[in-house]
């Protein structure tokens, strides 16, 4: 059944003019403004670091060596898509922050999305190494984290490309 008072509602909306600073959704009885109570806050360069140290650390709890691990094409990921694991496209080793232990010793640098971050004095070429031992490593990156934690929000180190918000 047509509804005469919602459509003169409706041509009321349409022929409003929007350049005024009136809601153009004030024909609709009962509908109201709020202002937001919660706002997502996006995390800081240092929280993003923090947190990518600290999601290393998790993994290294269930590890009992260094070793990186491997995969075959076809096996399945941990990626899920559609309910459903995803299997890798080509044979291949898992990207950490260190690399596979040569002798006793492991190399390693601090990672974000897979770039490495670049700290005052080194090269990019270098990177750090540590005994090929994996609670002397986790030790080695608390260190770290810590020390990254009391570093100024404006330090260098934060002002990788890749650390920075994307505008949209």
Known sequence: MFNKNKFKKMENL???????NTNIFSVI????IVENKTI???????EKLIDTIDSELRILESR??????????GDLSNVKRNGE???YSKDGIENRFWNNPIG???TFNIKYKGYK???DNIESNQSFKVENNIETFKSTLKNMRDIINELDDSNSVFQHKVLQKKSK
């Open 29 to 32: 009885n009962g509908l109201g």
């Open 85 to 87: 694991f995803l299997p």
């Open 104 to 106: 006793n010793e492991v």
């Open 14 to 20: 349409k022929t409003q003019n929007t350049n005024t």
């Open 40 to 46: 997502v806050k996006s995390k800081t360069p240092k």
């Open 64 to 73: 009992d060596n260094l070793n990186l691990k491997t995969h075959k094409k």
């Open 117 to 119: 971050m670049r700290f």
